[in-house]
């Protein structure tokens, strides 16, 4: 997969490239990334991509030429190009799936003020990460990069994919590192029972009630099997079910550190 990034600012882009799961995922040729400097597409005598508004008003507005200049020149027939704006759908994990399945993806960041109107047009796509300001696209896009980048094959593990966050719309269970107990606070036994069956299951009660605490709005999309509702009242109850207990007495051979 290609990612191709259109910005007036390109040096924001360099550590982000060459560090972690970026850095390994593009070595080993599982995506590319260019970025793509909009000032070198303009044709202002005095090298502006930007101008105030027509009208007046606060500020200064990307100009559109530049922009569909460097547009025109670096996207392919098959591009699915971007434009990051607060009008577009938000951004999720559902839209991260989608764009991984894309061979080539344009990033259009806007900056200063908004970008010339018509600009829009050339866009298949407005994408919006949420209702806030900040002071361009670039950040925005090295999430979506980010996000795509680790959904596609040979970037992480297929395992390491398959239990994070907002897959089915739940949280990630919780995580545990050595050692057993650190102020006070104790790894759960279940983790240290050796019966998988029985982690499993335990992870999937927590996943759901972290959920349904911490992201009602995900957890009111959750279609609940009968199994998911006997979770949730066993965590509500705050009882140890025989399942769970049943599996701490068969593993009491695996002990904690």
């Not at 894309?102 to 796509?125: F, P």
Request: glycine share 8%.
């Amino acid at each position: 997969m290609n990612i191709t990034i259109l910005t007036l600012f390109p040096e924001m882009f360099q550590g982000f490239a060459t560090n972690s799961i970026m850095k390994r995922a593009l070595g080993k040729g599982v995506a590319s990334i260019n970025v793509v400097n909009i000032r070198d597409y303009t044709k202002d005598k005095y090298n502006r991509t930007d101008t105030p508004p027509v009208g007046g008003g606060a500020g200064l507005i990307e100009k559109a030429q530049p922009i569909v200049d460097a547009l025109n020149a670096n996207r392919k027939p098959n591009s699915h190009v971007i434009l990051m704006s607060p009008r577009g759908r938000t951004y999720n994990e559902k839209v991260a799936q989608e764009y991984a399945q894309l061979e080539d993806l344009v990033i259009i960041c806007g900056h200063y003020e908004g970008i010339d109107e018509r600009v829009n047009s050339y866009a298949d796509e407005l994408i919006s990460i949420g209702d806030y300001v900040l002071t361009g696209g670039e950040i925005p896009a090295m999430a979506i990069a980010d996000s795509v980048i680790r959904l596609l094959d040979g970037a992480i593990t297929k395992e390491s994919l398959d239990d994070e966050s907002f897959n089915d719309n739940l949280l990630e269970y919780p995580q545990y590192t050595e050692p057993y107990e650190f102020e006070g606070m104790r790894v759960p036994d279940i983790l240290y029972s050796g019966n998988h069956t029985a982690i499993d299951k335990w992870r999937r009660k927590q996943s759901l009630a972290l959920t349904r605490q911490y992201r009602p709005d995900l957890f009111a999309k959750l279609t609940l099997s009968k199994q998911d509702k006997k979770l949730l009242a066993e965590y509500d109850s705050g009882e140890t079910p025989k399942w769970e207990i049943e599996a701490l007495e068969k593993g009491k051979k695996f002990v904690h550190k």
